[in-house]
């Protein structure tokens, strides 16, 4: 039996034309992950479409882009239409794309950069905007669901860092339609009520269960909020556009209450350090303070009127004395001397040697006469001897020479 041979060309063309027949591969609908993306110069668009079970290749040509409203990127969920066919040369089979669209996540995700985008260029993300959180809050305000893992974890975590805190709960809806209005209304009571920080957030979940926090109502009231805000929103894998506005994110509500709720054992231990740095630091200035002290008296006493007054009073005193004692040794010197004078005028006295039988001779006038040629026969003359005067007339002069 003899058998039909074809070429490669003709089994792709025939297997193309059955493609071609098909009117199920003609108008398509297939949704996977977009993976190994690549924009051609010629602004065509070539990209794997994969799940878990298999992956097809994709083409959109630049002519069917104008209908394409955003980028198409790596691991992004999308919805293909268009038709499959065989590209004979290469005897593949692809899928052409005509339009594409984003699949449940991936159009919410587009929606989230898209309004992140904007309220960046707003400046809500600014860091100038940010206000810092106290270091000591009194009163925390938490916008959450009353029920629910978040608020036992905000709750548990704040009463053991600080017992005495106060906290404040609105209880909003945090998923649905309500949860906009609900989460707003929250933040608006709480600030009105003068809380001093607040964390709004919710338990973890999927993208549409955030999705509240992902709206730019939500994200305008925390950002024209006066109170320091935390958001604190899903786990920490979650990034919501309230992380972005907030005043400071929190990968979760029990980091949110460890971020804003001072540790109080810690604190107590703070202060009992400063108290016993300020003890040592004011015991070592009182000791600086009383040296000081001690050096000015000392050199006030130097230099104090009544210490000069005193001391040149003393100056005195001492030269009072040493004069004194000048004195009492001249008098003295000088009494010795004239006592020794004395003892010597006794001596040599005329009056002594009156009493050794000597006498001197005196005329009328007193006139001491040791001279013979003093007398004069009928001269009135007075003898002194040790015990009177004898008045004599002289009856004979006589000159003896002793020689």
């Not at 065989?86 to 587009?110: M, N, P, S």
């Not at 001249?330 to 002594?352: C, F, H």
Request: aromatic share 8%.
């Amino acid at each position: 039996m003899k058998h039909s041979v074809y070429t490669v060309a003709q089994l792709n063309s025939y297997i193309k034309n059955m493609f071609t027949q098909d009117f199920l591969l003609q108008s398509v609908y297939v949704k996977g992950e977009v993976s190994n993306c690549k924009y051609h110069t010629s602004g065509h668009i070539y990209f794997t479409l994969k799940d878990r079970k298999g992956t097809m290749a994709c083409v959109m040509f630049a002519g069917n882009r104008n209908g394409l409203n955003f980028q198409l990127r790596e691991g992004m969920q999308i919805i293909v239409a268009g038709s499959v066919d065989v590209y004979e040369r290469d005897g593949k089979y692809q899928l052409y794309a005509r339009e594409i669209t984003l699949d449940g996540e991936g159009a919410l995700y587009e929606k989230f950069e898209k309004l992140k985008l904007k309220l960046s260029e707003m400046g809500m993300f600014a860091t100038e905007y940010k206000r810092a959180i106290p270091k000591y809050v009194k009163t925390l305000g938490v916008v959450t669901a009353p029920t629910g893992a978040a608020i036992r974890d905000i709750i548990n975590v704040s009463k053991r860092r600080n017992p005495y805190i106060q906290i404040i709960l609105y209880p909003a809806i945090v998923q649905g339609d309500a949860a906009v209005s609900s989460i707003v209304n929250g933040i608006r009571a709480l600030e009105s009520i003068g809380v001093d920080a607040m964390i709004v957030g919710r338990g973890g979940g999927s993208i549409e269960d955030l999705w509240a926090f992902n709206e730019e109502e939500v994200a305008k009231a925390i950002f024209d909020c006066s109170v320091p805000i935390i958001s604190a929103v899903g786990h920490e894998t979650d990034t919501t556009i309230a992380d972005f506005v907030s005043d400071l994110r929190a990968p979760t509500p029990s980091a949110a209450a460890e971020l804003v709720v001072t540790d109080i054992v810690e604190l107590e231990e703070k202060l009992a350090g400063y108290s016993f740095s300020f003890y040592k630091q004011m015991k070592g200035q009182i000791a600086r303070c009383k040296y000081v002290y001690s050096s000015l008296e000392t050199r006030l006493n130097y230099l104090s009127p009544m210490n000069q007054i005193k001391e040149k009073r003393m100056h005195i005193l001492d030269m009072e004395k040493r004069l004194e004692q000048g004195m009492q040794a001249k008098l003295l010197e000088n009494r010795n001397r004239l006592k020794l004078n004395a003892e010597i005028m006794k001596r040599i006295s005329p009056i002594n040697k009156l009493g050794s039988g000597f006498s001197y001779v005196q005329n009328e006038e007193g006139q001491c006469l040791k001279d013979i040629e003093k007398f004069q026969c009928g001269d009135k003359i007075q003898i002194h001897v040790s015990n009177g005067m004898v008045t004599a007339k002289v009856l004979e002069t006589k000159r003896i020479d002793r020689e």
